[in-house]
Structure formats: C-alpha cells, structure tokens
C-alpha cells in the first residue's frame, strides 16, 4: 500500500476588486485528502490524434478503480471519452483547454480515450494510480 495525497484551492476576488472574480465576494475554497494506492503508476504522455480509438489511456478490463490526472500540453482542446469511435462530439464527456488539468476518482468499469478536434498529432500528459 501507498499513499498519495490530492488537494484543490479554488480562490477568486470579489466581482467589485480590479482584478474582478465572478461572484459578490472573495472566494477561498480548499480540500485535501490522503489517499491509498497500491503502488501501481501508469505514466506516459500520449499523442493524441483526432480518432479516439487510437489514444486508450485506460484499460478497464485490467486497471480497475483508479484516480486519474491528466494535463493538457498541448496547443489546443483535448477531450476525453469512453468511446473508441472517431471521436464524435457526443461521446466526449470532457474537455481539457491547452494547459489545463484535472484529478479525478474513476470507477475503473469503462475504458476511456482522447482525442482532439484540430489537425496534426497533440500531447496530453497522464497518470494513474491504481486504487488500493
């Protein structure tokens, strides 16, 4: 067993600062957790073409519950889907602007993929970590 430990601050400025934030007041929100792993880490970063079955980041069948961080490198939207198709729109359940990221727990029950609208091949940096 191992541990990892996963946080998130979101914080913004009232909407009547400078540098205005989106809501009256200042916001500051902030949550960490330690969570346990079984030392299993997949980490690539993966060229990502516009066809998703060409990107599958996660294999159901052998990884199972698992957390999920992925990090967008690229210079466009990179989306993310349970669907090895041609990456329809309606398929993706995700999107990811260049440089943004996200962590997120996953049920391990569907295998997921990315892809992206632009031409050319992009990158998308990964990692999983496998639930204890």
């Known amino acids: 067993m191992a ?6 601050t979101i914080t913004s400025n009232s909407a009547t600062n400078t540098t205005p934030g989106p809501l ?6 902030s949550n960490s957790d330690d969570l346990t ?11 990502v073409t516009t066809t998703a079955s060409d990107t599958q980041i996660f294999t159901a069948s052998t990884t199972g519950e698992s957390y999920i961080y992925l990090n967008n490198i690229s210079d466009t939207n ?10 329809t729109p309606s398929d993706r359940f995700m999107m990811l602007k260049a440089g943004e990221a996200a962590f997120f727990p996953w049920a391990g029950s569907q295998d997921l993929f990315l ?3 632009s031409a050319g091949t992009k990158k998308c940096e990964y990692f999983v970590f496998v639930q204890a």
């Open 3 to 8: 541990t990892i430990k996963a946080g998130i």
């Open 24 to 29: 009256t007041f200042a916001l500051s929100l």
């Open 37 to 47: 792993v079984n030392g299993r880490v997949i980490a690539e970063v993966e060229e």
């Open 78 to 87: 990179i989306f993310v889907t349970n669907s090895s198709g041609s990456g």
């Open 115 to 117: 892809d992206h609208g």
